[in-house]
């Protein structure tokens, strides 16, 4: 069974560029989490999507946007990036939306 | 005030140790509650859901109390390899998870 993989792993953009980040969900799970985890902070929740819709979201400007494609593989977009979107984009994928989360290695993003 | 608050340590014991940790939730109307585990610079594993009855996984007990809206962890026999950081979860009315900012455990030999 494959884990939920994440691409790339690290990343470094300066401000005010774009970055896309990638995530394949677990084998047969539907539901895919994104969080950004500051460091020394827990993970904060930013959006999830329950079969190709967003089902929520959390306290991030619309710069952060997100799809979820047929295979329930997702994507992030984070627009005009700033300094203080630095760190580490967590993906996580579920059997369902209210089932234990399992997370990817995570996208370590680094602005300048 | 957090969502989820943690001590957050560190908590430093000597190898066959016991030690406990306590988080607390603000939304009563939390659906499921979980503990995961963090290594440095690593992604949170789920160590184990957590239910009203309690549950025991080997060494690792947790026990939720939804009057108090207080969760805990047990690790008995603690080892080397149990170092990390221990992440208190709760799921939300809306599935969202939310994390408390985690305890951090060292085990020394």
């Known amino acids: 069974e494959t884990g939920v993989t994440q691409s790339p792993t690290h990343l470094i953009k300066t401000r005010g560029q774009q970055v896309t980040l990638r995530c394949s969900s677990q084998?047969?799970?539907?539901?895919v989490s994104w969080y950004q985890q500051a460091l020394g902070q827990g993970p904060q929740f930013i959006f999830q999507?329950?079969?190709?819709?967003?089902?929520g979201r959390g306290n991030f400007p619309p710069r952060f946007s997100g799809l979820q494609f047929p295979n329930y593989s997702s994507e992030l977009n984070v627009n005009a990036l700033e300094l203080d979107d630095s760190a580490l984009y967590l993906c996580a994928s579920s059997l369902d939306s209210n089932q234990p989360q399992h997370f990817g290695d995570g996208t370590r993003l680094s602005i300048l | 005030r957090k969502e989820v608050e943690q001590d957050p340590g560190p908590f430093n014991v000597p190898e066959g140790a016991t030690v406990a940790f306590n988080c607390t939730y603000s939304?009563?109307?939390?659906?499921?509650f979980f503990w995961y585990r963090q290594d440095c610079r690593k992604e949170p594993k789920l160590l184990m859901s957590?239910?009203?009855s309690g549950n025991e996984d080997g060494r690792f007990t947790a026990q939720l109390n939804r009057a108090s809206q207080y969760i805990s962890l047990l690790i008995r026999d603690s080892k080397l390899s149990d170092s990390a950081t221990y992440l208190c979860?709760?799921?939300?009315?809306?599935?969202?998870?939310?994390f408390g900012s985690g305890t951090r455990l060292l085990v020394r030999p």
């Open positions: 957590v239910y009203s």
């Open positions: 999507y329950y079969r190709e819709e967003e089902n």
């Open positions: 979860v709760v799921m939300d009315s809306s599935y969202k998870l939310i």
């Open positions: 939304n009563s109307a939390s659906q499921s």
């Open positions: 084998s047969g799970h539907n539901t």
